[in-house]
């Protein structure tokens, strides 16, 4: 088991530019988490995957933001068209099902510049 | 709505000072509870946590208690070290519906030798 990992673990990036950020999960667990953090502030909740199906997405995941888990194993997020108010850090969680201990990775930082 | 009001830091401590760490929580039915820690440059640890009234959880020297009654999960711990300084986060998992975790806005734990 050698926990969450995301890649990469930091972004800088000019307005206007799309990022996408990896998140690999623990081996065989089925729920996988995106949350962002700002500054000051504890992880805000973006959207969620069982398996490969993206079951809930928060209200600040706006339009340009997209998430995907094809095969039910990593997943992507990106960002299109970043915008000064996305420099956040971009955490990925994974549990083995619905109710079980959520286990994060290190987090990518991102700054739009 | 779910919601988790922690006390504002930073709070700074002496070595082997006592610590407190209130922690209240809004939720309807029996919410799950957790205390995360953040050392510097890392991700989110899972500290200890408790998934029904009046449990303890417990873990490298902290504690915390499940108070259905005053909707409180406040971190304790008898004596501090330096290598706690950290940021802590108390979050709730909702007892129904979606399982995403709801967090505070975190603690920052500075602990002088």
């Known amino acids: 088991d050698t926990g969450v990992s995301q890649d990469p673990r930091h972004k800088i990036t000019k307005r206007g530019q799309n990022v996408t950020f990896r998140c690999d999960p623990i081996?065989?667990?089925?729920?996988l988490y995106w949350y962002r953090q700002t500054l000051g502030q504890g992880p805000e909740f973006l959207t969620y995957?069982?398996?490969?199906?993206?079951?809930?997405k928060s209200r600040l995941l706006s339009d340009r933001f997209s998430a995907e888990r094809p095969k039910g194993s990593f997943s992507t997020l990106e960002i299109q068209r970043t915008e000064q108010g996305d420099s956040a850090m971009y955490l990925c969680?994974?549990?083995?099902?619905?109710?079980?201990?959520?286990?994060f990775g290190p987090g990518t930082r991102l700054l739009v510049l | 709505g779910n919601s988790v009001t922690q006390m504002e830091g930073p709070v700074t401590l002496s070595e082997e000072a006592f610590l407190t760490i209130n922690c209240t929580y809004t939720?309807?039915?029996?919410?799950?509870l957790f205390w995360y820690v953040q050392y510097p440059g890392e991700g989110l640890q899972l500290l200890l946590k408790?998934?029904?009234?009046?449990d303890k959880g417990s873990n490298k020297g902290f504690e915390a208690t499940y108070r259905k009654e005053t909707t409180s999960f406040h971190l304790e711990k008898g004596s501090v070290q330096v290598s706690d300084s950290a940021v802590y986060f108390c979050?709730?998992?909702?007892?129904?519906?979606?399982?995403?975790?709801?967090f505070g806005k975190g603690t920052r734990l500075s602990v002088i030798a």
């Open positions: 081996s065989e667990h089925n729920r």
């Open positions: 995957f069982q398996n490969e199906a993206q079951l809930e």
């Open positions: 979050a709730l998992r909702p007892d129904s519906g979606n399982t995403p975790l709801v």
């Open positions: 408790a998934t029904k009234a009046d």
């Open positions: 969680a994974s549990s083995p099902g619905a109710r079980e201990t959520q286990y």
């Open positions: 939720a309807t039915g029996y919410p799950s």
